[in-house]
């Protein structure tokens, strides 16, 4: 016979685990941090848990914190990377190959999953990053923000303010996602006949391109930026004379590409658009990051 309390506490896995990647761009810690906060909740005793009036809230709470704290230590962490650090990369949700088929450790993805988002949020304080997330993705109101911060409604409300002006300062007009995907369509195109010309003329002026090797395989160590270095550093890379294939796939919800080899994934490609030229390009290469794509 089933438990419906068991089955009300494990159906906010999904929750948890969407709420848990946008806090920490980071799927296998999202992962660990739900496990976590499970591991929490059983250890209390039956009475315990039936003193908690609204244990989803409860589960929410605890993840929040568990993922502030993870955030907190982050900056040391990143201190010890090599290279570049690019949140970890999704599939769509139905070429997930993460060992479960459980519908529930998949992130829905939507605007506030999308790389260029994910990287504005990296550059967000620990606070900031909660409360903006808390409140405006997953519409908590402040009071419960607070709580979870330990800070005042007021100040979390500043918090989320505070990161709303990033993300607007980091913003420009939408391309269409027509457009997007042409784009980077023709971006392969070019890439693999190793046209220069073709790709300085699909990358902007000021066009930013960031690898993540995680010290694992090879990658570059610095962003590379402006148009001309781009598309000089993509047509230099030895991909296709080495048996690999690039294959147009959707990366966090977005028209992306990625370079297989006897059918791995050794690298996820994303892209950020601004009207009719690629502004970002975002190439993750550390395999721990790339679970999820594995057949």
Not at 124 to 130: G, H, N, Q
Request: net charge negative.
């Amino acid at each position: 016979m089933s438990d419906p309390a068991l089955s009300a506490i494990m159906s906010e896995r999904r929750q948890l685990i969407n709420l848990a990647y946008r806090l920490l761009g980071s799927l296998a810690d999202a992962e660990d941090v739900v496990q976590e906060t499970y591991a929490r909740w059983y250890a209390m005793t039956p009475d315990e848990q039936q003193a908690i009036d609204n244990p989803a809230a409860w589960l929410t709470k605890v993840a929040s914190r568990i993922c502030l704290d993870l955030l907190r230590s982050a900056r040391a962490r990143r201190e010890r990377y090599v290279g570049e650090w690019i949140p970890e990369p999704l599939p769509e949700t139905t070429e997930w190959h993460t060992g479960s088929a459980d519908p529930a450790d998949r992130v829905t993805l939507d605007e506030s999953v999308n790389m260029a988002f994910l990287v504005v949020l990296d550059a967000m304080t620990p606070a900031e990053r909660v409360a903006f997330i808390l409140h405006d993705v997953f519409r908590y109101p402040f009071p419960e923000v607070a709580e979870i911060v330990g800070r005042t409604p007021a100040a979390c409300r500043q918090l989320a303010s505070s990161s709303r002006r990033r993300i607007r300062d980091a913003e420009h007009p939408a391309a269409p996602s027509a457009r997007r995907a042409e784009l980077v369509r023709e971006f392969k195109a070019a890439w693999e006949a190793t046209d220069i010309a073709a790709l300085v003329n699909l990358l902007d002026p000021e066009v930013t391109a960031v690898a993540d090797g995680g010290g694992i395989v090879k990658a570059s160590l610095a962003p590379v930026h402006g148009g001309t270095a781009v598309a000089r550093y993509f047509a230099d890379l030895p991909v296709f004379n080495l048996g690999r294939t690039l294959i147009e796939r959707t990366v966090n919800g977005q028209p992306g590409l990625v370079i297989e080899f006897e059918g791995v994934v050794e690298t996820v490609i994303a892209f950020d658009v601004a009207g009719d030229r690629i502004t970002n390009i975002w190439a993750i290469r550390n395999p721990e990051k790339l679970q999820p794509w594995k057949s």
